[in-house]
């Protein structure tokens, strides 16, 4: 009975957030489409013909897995923080408090919502990246798999922490700004972090999305500058610390009971 | 079997301010009840706490005989909740926002969709399912709040200013509505500005001011013992000149040449007024109450709550 109600409301919360971002798929899946396509004609054909080989791959192909990978982080964050902020804004968060919906279901469902968007938005970007890359081949589909499944759930519940926190539309796109960005371009995405001299190499080693790069990149073209089940445990660690700040949260009502 | 109990209830914000302060009220099965008091009193908050919107400070509360602590996924399941501002999704249809309120109380899709056509065919919405809700009306906008919080069939309904910004005609069809699912058995609690609102739809009463019920009866009790009513009465002379009568025993205030406003003491009745005005060849064109009869109750409950608090600070 009670798995059932619980099961019934957690597709309700789903096909409301797959609704929301497919009513305004304009702003929601068209922009990744544009945005990788120019870093893929820029980077990878225009600059990417004078690097040369990556890692032992060609550079467009070496970029299109952290490329993917940025778009799945981007879209499962911001889709999360803009829709549950959107709710706490609207007050129509409200229509879930007052239901016997569990917090967990909650969680979930936002999440759910976060990983329809990015696998999406996924699908898009692989397909435009067909157009560059002759060759796009899969040598482990389960890490692929996992590593965006686990990424995404990671981000839709950072998204959904900093909408928890915002109290201005402002609050939810300064993460973004300063934090998410800055660590993207960082881990990986356009360079292999061996690269990097000595201690920088280091510091970079401390940026978590570094790992989900190099896994997602493994997943892709079997390469990778850290090792898989550190890169593996460190998402799951990021994973598990995330969803008990955002279900405390959201149980003692931060920003959303009084 | 109480459809609410509150035992004790006391809330404090941050910042200090403490907006109950141990509050008692019950509330029966297939009651129509109204809750009363100024802006400010403690009305939402109670409301709030109920609907589990609000953390209490202390307290008990339950509902059909469910403990908001200890028993709170069965008392959310009792409770339907009509807010007082719009707290829908402005993008979604009216059918998405009744279907998905549904969804969060666990009732299948299938069967959220057979319900909304009938709660939504109710409340005059139908034709209006498929628009985005904020293209509707103030009024269509409340009727949905109301379609929202019956569709996971609860036994008690709770509607807080359900009529405000609402025109006269259609207020008075939310009304029979109202009465109508009242009858059918789901106890309705209501607070309410327009005080004509609770005398003509509710049975019990509680007024709350300052966070302290203040008054907690029945309607009948509480009209009886009213002991002044105001009245106006449109007066006709002899030709166009103006009326301007006498009235021994009786307090009146001329409002202009064809108008008076008399303050009438239930043990004076009204016969010893018109029988004056007969004498003096003046005819009662028509009359009617200066203020709802509820109206002056609540302005002197209230008056009185607070010069008492007064006198006791002096």
Redesign the interface.
Known sequence: MAS???L??L???W??EC??FL?IWVQTLVPPAITMTLYFIIFGSIVGERIGDMSGRPYMEFIVPGLIMMSIITNSYSNVASSFF??KF???I????????STSVIIAGYVGGGLARALIVAVIVTVVSFYFVDNVSINHLGILVLTVILTSTLFSLAGLINAVYAKTFDDISIVPTFVLTPLTYLGGVFFSVTLLPGVWETIARFNPILYMVNAFRYGFLGVSDVNISAALAVIVVFNVAFFITAYTLLQR?VGI?? | MKALSIQNLRKT?KGGFEALKGIHLEVEEGDFFALLGPNGAGKSTTI?II?????KTSGSVSVFGYDLDTQ???L??Q?G?V?Q?F??????TVR?IVV??A???????HVAHERAEHYLKQLGLWDKRNNAARMLSGGMKRRLMIA?ALL?EPKLLILDEPTAGVDIELRRSMWDYLEEINKQGITIILTTHYLEEAESLCRNIAIIDHGEIVENTSIKRLLATLNRETFILDLSGEGEQAVKPELEGFTMRQIDDHTIEVDVVKSQGLNKVFDQLSAQQIKVLSMRNKANRLEELFVDLVERGRSNKSAAGA
């Open positions: 059932s109600f619980n019934v409301a597709k309700t919360i096909i409301k609704t929301r009513r959107s709710a609207q007050r129509n409200e229509e879930m408090l007052v239901a016997p919906v009502g009971r009084s | 914000y709030g609907s589990s919107l609000v953390n709170l996924v069965d959310k399941r409770i909740l807010p501002e707290n829908f999704n402005q993008f979604e998405q998905n309120q969804g969060y109380y666990g009732v299948p899709r929202r996971h």
